[in-house]
């Protein structure tokens, strides 16, 4: 058994220097921009909702629509935009987590990073799992159990992300049917 | 990188000019306010601010509204990273100056910290047969038991250290600590782990909230091979590399002298003064080759005298090793779970021949289950009904000392059925019944109802 603890606690000691050395960090939302649109301008928006536009979301995403306020950021290439980012902040538990959502120019999910998470760090979504979000749009079928599958422990986090990206999606939706609107009026 | 406001949304242009009317004009311009705050973007957008608050005021001072507008929009910036919950700048010497206080006293105002709290719990009510598979009278009393009632509190001091744990109040009078442990998240992938822990062994003990598991009650190799909710004080590392996860803990071992027939649950000392003469080593090992299914295994081993064995003037270890295969599979509202576990103990006869409780050599438990959540493929706003049926074989004496005879009572063979209903993922309402044999027939059927909570 003496075996056993030098072992472990070598082990510990290792880890603990490791850590020291290696101060791995979240990825700020910045970051993450850059890793998602590495060629790209990126403009930020902050959107402020209407109470109807609210009503609408809420009704394409199947939930609450809690804030007015919209982070968003558009990325564009050689004057085209090649896609949107949203922030989209929720409760876990009790506590916090934020998600960058990244969409295609087409409205599909590009990529989500995790730029907070307040909770434990066991309860968090590893990336192989919000990969099954890539390209998805927003369907009846996206939801837990269905196209997602769950995650092991973690059944709170699985759905505060899956109705984030669904909000998200909604959001969207919402502003391009408004921006098509106001383009219209304008010509 | 640049910011703006939405260009499209112009109804949020009006708002500066509309604040200077509202300077200007007093009652008559709140209203304005208030009206024009409640049109959709979509009719702002049709019109322009000096539409409303009058062309030869707003031409008289536009710096003004341009201030007015980088200010709100740097607000608007600001709120939203607060609500965002990330990490923001470390503050400066010359800022925590400007707060007034030393660099450290200060640095709370550059970190994600706080206190966490969740919690749950669970209700259950068990009819058994009145009479036993053999005809006898099982003289059984209908019991209605508040399982657990559970508050978790965590501490989030900075990204890298946090404290997490679960007091329980178990049958409404007894209060356990559940766990209690320090993280240090050492890099993405590694952290360090030290306090009362959860043994990582099974599908359960580590996830035992009744919202995540199928059944009324816990399958019963987590219970007597794997004694769910099995916790002891030591340390250890956990951590994940893309699609593996594993836990490493020493741990103090188990009591051997609280061993008996019906399996090794009696040995644990749950942090209470724990004997730790005897040190034992937990760890875990997890695949997940697709989001939804995972295998892995388990394994405990480590001496469970803690120096008390002592027969003929010789002291006695009991090595007692236990280790698990296990796998789960959720898909498109299917849940397959399975598991086999077995404990084997050395000395067992020496053991015996203290106690002469008829521990064991070795014992063994498996156990299938599928469920499937019949609303999973409908628009059923997250409400879930599943069916399910748990299959399951367990011996805590498939093996004996020599000398020892088997008990018959002891082999028990559990067929399970029910249904569950989650109205929403953090309730859950069981149902089930269970179908006990064992070759004594001895085995008592029962009848569960159990509602539960999770937040």
Request: charged share 20%; net charge negative.
């Amino acid at each position: 058994m003496i075996r056993v603890v030098s072992v472990c606690t070598s082990l510990l000691l290792v880890t603990t220097t490791v850590g020291v050395v290696a101060q791995g960090g979240q990825m700020t939302r910045e970051e993450a921009l850059a890793a998602v649109f590495p060629h790209a301008g990126i403009e930020a928006e902050r959107v402020f909702l209407t109470e109807q536009q609210m009503v609408r979301i809420g009704e394409l995403a199947a939930g609450d629509m809690e804030s007015a306020l919209v982070a968003r950021y558009v990325a564009t290439q050689g004057g085209r935009i090649v896609g949107r980012a949203y922030i989209d902040t929720h409760v876990v538990r009790t506590k916090r987590e934020s998600l960058l959502i990244s969409l295609e120019a087409d409205g599909s999910v590009k990529r989500i990073d995790v730029t907070a998470f307040l909770e434990p760090t066991e309860y968090q979504a590893h990336e192989r799992w919000l990969q099954q979000y890539d390209q998805q749009t927003l369907t009846d079928d996206l939801a837990v159990q269905r196209a997602i599958r769950p995650i092991a422990g973690a059944t709170l986090t699985a759905g505060a992300t899956n109705a984030a990206v669904r909000r998200v999606l909604a959001i969207d939706q919402v502003l391009a049917l408004a921006e098509e609107k106001v383009g219209a009026v304008a010509r | 990188m640049t910011t703006k406001t939405h260009q499209d949304h112009t109804w949020w242009q009006m708002i500066p000019a509309l604040a200077l009317c509202a300077l200007a004009t007093s009652a008559t311009a709140q209203t304005q306010i208030r009206d024009v705050t409640e049109r959709t973007s979509v009719e702002a957008e049709a019109d322009t601010a000096p539409a409303v608050c009058g062309a030869a005021e707003t031409e008289q001072q536009p710096s003004d509204i341009e201030e007015l507008q980088r200010r709100l929009d740097l607000l608007a910036a600001e709120v939203e990273r607060l609500r965002s919950g990330e990490e923001v700048q470390p503050v400066s010497v010359d800022d925590a100056r400007r707060l007034g206080l030393a660099p450290s006293a200060a640095s709370t105002y550059g970190q994600a910290r706080g206190v966490s709290i969740a919690g749950y719990g669970e209700m259950l009510f068990e009819n058994y047969a009145d009479e036993n598979e053999g005809g006898a009278a099982t003289g059984q009393t209908t019991k209605a038991d508040f399982l657990r009632a559970i508050i978790y509190a965590g501490y989030r001091f900075n990204d890298k250290f946090l404290f997490n744990s679960e007091i329980e109040i178990e049958h409404a009078d007894e209060i356990y600590v559940e766990f209690a442990y320090l993280d240090y998240q050492a890099t993405d992938n590694i952290g360090v782990r030290g306090g009362m822990l959860l043994a990582p062994m099974g599908l359960v003990n580590e996830f035992h909230e009744p919202t995540v598991f199928l059944g009324a009650e816990r399958p019963v190799t987590e219970q007597r091979i794997i004694p769910s909710t099995w916790r002891e004080n030591g340390a250890g590392i956990y951590g994940a590399f893309d699609r593996v996860s594993f836990r490493a803990y020493v741990m103090n071992g188990f009591d051997g002298l609280e061993f008996s027939s019906k399996g090794v649950r009696g040995g644990r000392q749950k942090g209470n003064k724990a004997k730790a003469t005897s040190m034992a080593f937990t760890g875990r090992v997890d695949v997940t080759p697709t989001p939804g299914v995972f295998v892995g295994a388990s394994l405990y081993t480590g001496d469970s005298g803690q120096g008390q064995v002592m027969v003929d003037g010789a002291e006695y270890g009991v090595r007692t090793t236990i280790f698990d295969l296990h796998g789960a599979a959720q898909v498109r509202g299917l849940d397959v779970r399975g598991l086999f576990a077995r404990a084997h103990l050395d000395d067992a006869a020496q053991l015996n021949q203290l106690l002469g409780k008829g521990v064991g050599e070795r014992m063994q438990g498996a156990y299938i289950q599928v469920g499937y959540d019949l609303l999973s493929q409908t628009n059923s706003a997250g409400v879930a009904l599943t069916p399910y049926v748990r299959y399951e074989q367990v011996d805590t004496q498939d093996r004996v000392p020599e000398g020892l005879s088997r008990s018959l009572s002891t082999d028990n063979t559990y067929l399970t059925a029910g249904i569950e209903l989650k109205p929403i993922s953090n309730i859950v309402v069981k149902v089930d019944h269970a179908w006990v044999s064992n070759d004594a027939e001895t085995g008592v059927n029962q009848f569960n109802v159990s509602m539960g909570y999770a937040f």
